[in-house]
């Protein structure tokens, strides 16, 4: 797989310690704030993030999955988000962290933000572990980035093309002749 990689941008390493540090960042904001906290993970990308950033945070939490397709299949242009899972638990009165892999057109947190909104959350804050330049809507904003990058399709760490490359333990951008 790493041979399918034209460069590792973020090594397991770096993005350990950044995780790190994205955990002490959100533990300060939510430190005790009642009600509790309802982490909303949007799957599939942000599973390995997740993972590693609700173990750098001590507080009490639940969490609600929501699945939502942006890329049907073995393309690299996003389409309009579909919820394929609906949120798995009520998130009214509760604050929301919402946690995604990767801010791009911003399609995808526009729609879970304005769909958390609406359901009654108290607060809705967005981690996003990526996020790349210039695409997004004004009204999408991310409280928390792991580390900004140029517009390159990458995979790795939860991120996929085409269901494929989750499992690689770093980020890097794959060789664009692989995605034609
Ligand atoms: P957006 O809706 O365009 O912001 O895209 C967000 C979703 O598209 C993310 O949750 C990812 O699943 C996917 N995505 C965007 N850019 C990339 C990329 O470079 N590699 C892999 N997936 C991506
Ligand atoms: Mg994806």
Do not use: C, W
Not at 33 to 39: K, Y
Not at 74 to 81: F, H, I, R, S
């Amino acid at each position: 797989m790493r041979s399918d990689l034209s460069k590792v941008l973020f090594t397991r390493e770096q993005i350990q310690q950044r995780v790190r540090e994205m955990g002490n960042e959100i533990a300060i904001v939510y430190a005790d704030l009642e009600p509790g906290l309802t982490i909303v993970p949007i799957l599939s990308g942000s599973i390995i993030f997740l993972a590693d950033l609700i173990r750098e945070l001590p507080m009490r939490m639940k969490i609600a999955l929501i699945q939502l397709s942006t890329y049907p299949g073995a393309t690299t242009t996003a389409q309009e988000p579909r919820v394929v899972t609906e949120l798995s638990a009520d998130v009214r009165g509760r604050h929301v962290l919402i946690v995604d892999d990767i801010l791009d057109t911003g399609r995808t947190l526009r729609s879970v933000q304005s769909m958390i909104r609406d359901r009654g959350a108290a607060t809705v804050r967005t981690a996003v572990l990526l996020s790349k330049p210039g695409k997004a809507p004004p009204e999408v904003t991310v409280d928390f980035v792991g580390f900004e990058i140029d517009d390159l399709f990458v995979v790795g760490y939860g991120l996929d093309f085409d269901d494929h490359y989750r499992n690689l333990p770093h980020i890097g951008v794959l060789r664009p002749e692989l995605t034609r």
